[in-house]
């Protein structure tokens, strides 16, 4: 094959490649990532190597100090992880590569702190109203307070329920029941 053909296919390969990973991070911004955090990210997916910052730098054309941020902040959502090479002296990253574990720790960590906190608002929501109430003569403030208190304790059993949807998709139980994709 000529080597101009063998050159026009690496060109649409690499053209490939970057559509996807602009892919993934505009789509990043789903889990709380930025599009450049995204783009990180996709890079150390299709590096066939472990890369250093100044490789993820030059691959991507932004700074030393955005670009450990960045794998700072992957590496919270267990997204990146350190690597080592024997003789290299310089941190090292990788991307984790099973995003069924990455999105189970993700989905887990972003929405059981929400949570949490909606639970515990619900809770202090329905003591100032359960207070207000017993203050007032108004009865029809009182009726108001009686069917928002009852709104919140629904609100309270679903944040409960949904923190045991976490639990199960945190555990790997989901997978029980919505099985991976494999090959």
Do not use: C
Not at 38 to 66: C, H, I, N, Q, V
Not at 69 to 84: C, D, F
Not at 135 to 160: M, P
């Amino acid at each position: 094959m000529p080597n101009n053909d063998i050159s026009k296919e690496w060109s649409e390969y690499e053209e490939t490649i970057e559509k996807f990973i602009q892919v993934i991070a505009k789509n990043m911004n789903l889990y709380g990532i930025t599009s450049s955090v995204g783009r990180l990210y996709g890079a150390l997916y299709f590096a066939e190597e472990p890369m250093t910052l100044d490789d993820m730098r030059d691959a991507l054309e932004m700074s030393k100090t955005s670009m450990s941020t960045g794998v700072r902040s992957l590496a919270e959502m267990k997204m990146v992880q350190p690597a080592y090479k024997k003789g290299v002296r310089k941190d090292l990253y990788k991307s984790e590569e099973d995003w069924y574990k990455s999105f189970t720790s993700l989905f887990g960590n972003r929405w059981r702190h929400h949570t949490e906190t909606n639970i515990e608002e619900a809770e202090e929501a329905i003591h100032e109203l359960a207070l207000l109430k017993e203050q007032t003569v108004d009865e029809e403030l009182q009726q108001k307070i009686t069917g928002d208190i009852e709104r919140l304790k629904y609100a309270q059993n679903y944040y409960r329920w949904l923190m045991k949807f976490i639990q199960v998709v945190e555990s790997g139980e989901i997978f029980q029941y919505v099985p991976k994709h494999e090959g």
